[in-house]
């Protein structure tokens, strides 16, 4: 699903088959989950491929290190280098990167003494696919932000989405809604949570989500196109009586909300600024505009 025969990745400053690498069993990172990664994609514009906001995932990629203590001793400038050649040698128009920065073996839980970068590609569409979704609120709550560095995109901490998306999906729904630890509104598996009401829109604020890129660009066009955003603490009940709602995220893109724990928007999505916003936002990354 993710590579074949040809595929290429690069590992540690070469670029190989990805069917002849291998990594060791006794990683930090394939034991702890001490690792870092990030999600990107390339898109195929008027003007060639281009990476949308390179520099702003791997400086982000750079951050979560820091954030638990994983030496990043790169160039963010030659890792753009070496992601658009990864794309030009497996031939990726349309494509969602994965960079990811893994560990030694290490059984001690101490901070690492070497590091590896990968960086692969494969062809993807959006995560969550094109219609709206169904979303019920998930009964695990996104992890206190004293227990660990939410703003680090850190491999461990995904167990915590895993268990969400898989049991949203078991009962039937198309993904989860989490909420923080105090029970206010947080965000999803993989994406950050907007909703309208009364023309306006609303998102959680920072210090219990991962604020993402995706995140960022919503409030950079909302600044174009003069829509009033509003960043604070939400209950699900502003949710459930909210006009339309909404997932961003780089895998997910923008992809409307039909409803919650079965109880729908009255706005439907056309008509919604969600909608404004997704087309805004392909427009931006297609550089049609």
Not at 145 to 173: D, H, M, W
Not at 211 to 237: M, N, S, W
Request: overall charge neutral; charged content about 20%; hydrophobic content about 35%.
């Amino acid at each position: 699903m993710y590579f074949n025969e040809q595929t290429i990745i690069f590992l540690n400053g070469k670029f190989v088959k990805a069917q002849e690498s291998n990594t060791d069993l006794y990683s930090q990172t394939l034991h702890y989950g001490y690792g870092v990664f990030e999600g990107i994609r390339a898109y195929n514009t008027p003007n060639g491929v281009k990476i949308f906001k390179a520099k702003e995932h791997y400086d982000r990629l750079k951050k979560s290190c820091e954030l638990i203590n994983i030496p990043f001793n790169y160039s963010i400038e030659e890792l753009i280098e070496h992601t658009y050649k990864l794309l030009q040698i497996n031939n990726f128009k349309d494509a969602y990167v994965r960079p990811l920065i893994f560990c030694s073996p290490n059984m001690n839980l101490t901070k690492p003494n070497e590091v590896s970068l990968m960086i692969c590609a494969w062809e993807w569409g959006a995560y969550l696919g094109e219609k709206t979704l169904n979303l019920c609120i998930s009964s695990y709550c996104r992890p206190h932000p004293r227990s660990t560095q939410i703003e680090a995109k850190v491999c461990g901490n995904y167990v915590n989405s895993i268990l969400a998306s898989s049991e949203a999906k078991f009962k039937g729904f198309d993904e989860a809604l989490l909420l923080d630890s105090d029970g206010f509104l947080a965000e999803g598996p993989g994406s950050n949570l907007f909703f309208e009401k009364n023309g306006k829109l609303h998102t959680p604020k920072k210090g219990n989500i991962l604020p993402g890129i995706t995140r960022a660009t919503v409030f950079e066009l909302c600044q174009k196109l003069d829509i009033t955003l509003v960043e604070g603490e939400y209950q699900k009940e502003d949710l459930s009586n909210a006009d339309s709602a909404f997932l961003c995220g780089t895998a997910a893109e923008i992809i409307g909300i039909n409803s919650i724990e079965n109880k729908s928007f009255p706005v439907i999505w056309e008509n919604s600024l969600g909608k404004k916003l997704q087309t805004a936002y392909k427009n931006l990354v297609l550089e049609k505009v």
